[in-house]
T-cell receptor, first 112, second 113 residues
Framework: SQQGEEDPQALSIQEGENATMNCSYK?????LQWYRQNSGRGLVHLIL?????REKHSGRLRVTLDTSKKSSSLLITASRAADTASYFC????????????FGKGTKLSVIP | DAGITQSPRYKITETGRQVTLMCHQT?????MFWYRQDLGHGLRLIYY???????DKGEVPDGYVVSRSKTENFPLTLESATRSQTSVYFC????????????FGDGTRLSIL
């Protein structure tokens, strides 16, 4: 069962533009994580945001979390061709097992 | 800085065969995970392990067997492969939960004919 659902499924932008991806989820969470996957490779962790946090930054990445709306967004500023990848959100439930549930991902293409 | 390695990277086998996918991590992480990635489904958890000799089912465990006799190894076995198990398989590990990221291997692309 999918917990996180990313939107849009695909996004194409010009180099230098900002890219925003959204994630919605259904149940209470302990934390929400964003991962990047380059073609043919494994997932790489980007940012983890706890349920009591509202915003987090890492370099050109900005993640927000709105637990009242059960949603999160990932903003990549000043995008580069190297940012071309699929981006996944994953949620860890507040209670119970330590199983991350991944969404289906947003495929980002940055055109040089 | 070896990290987490999966082998083989590619595997072709036939239905009914047994196949084992290997996963090895050098960080001594407590938790290890097996996922499968399929178009239209994203990543789905097959099995996970909280420590050596402790394993538990994930979302899609049927047809798979795991073991964890050593902290660093977490092999996944398909006892009698079926075509529906054609997929890309990812192994991951992390320190004690909950607020720790997972570290992924580069995957095994498995085709079952």
């Amino acid at each position: 069962s999918q917990q996180g659902e990313e939107d849009p499924q695909a996004l194409s932008i010009q180099e230098g533009e900002n890219a925003t991806m959204n994630c919605s989820y259904k149940t209470s969470i302990n934390n929400l994580q964003w991962y990047r996957q380059n073609s043919g490779r494994g997932l790489v962790h980007l940012i983890l945001i706890r349920s009591n946090e509202r915003e987090k930054h890492s370099g050109r990445l900005r993640v927000t979390l709105d637990t009242s709306k059960k949603s999160s967004s990932l903003l990549i500023t000043a995008s580069r061709a190297a940012d071309t990848a699929s981006y996944f959100c994953a949620t860890l439930p507040r209670a119970g097992s330590y199983q991350l549930t991944f969404g289906k991902g947003t495929k980002l293409s940055v055109i040089p | 800085d070896a990290g987490i390695t999966q082998s083989p990277r590619y595997k072709i086998t036939e239905t009914g065969r047994q196949v084992t996918l290997m996963c090895h991590q050098t960080w001594s992480h407590s938790y290890m995970f097996w996922y499968r990635q399929d178009l239209g489904h994203g990543l789905r958890l097959i099995y996970y392990s909280a420590a050596a000799d402790i394993t538990d089912k994930g979302e899609v465990p049927d047809g798979y067997v795991v073991s964890r006799s050593k902290t660093e190894n977490f092999p996944l076995t398909l006892e009698s492969a079926t075509r529906s198990q054609t997929s890309v398989y990812f192994c991951a590990s992390c320190k004690v939960q909950p607020n720790q990221p997972q570290h992924f291997g580069d995957g095994t692309r498995l085709s079952i004919l």
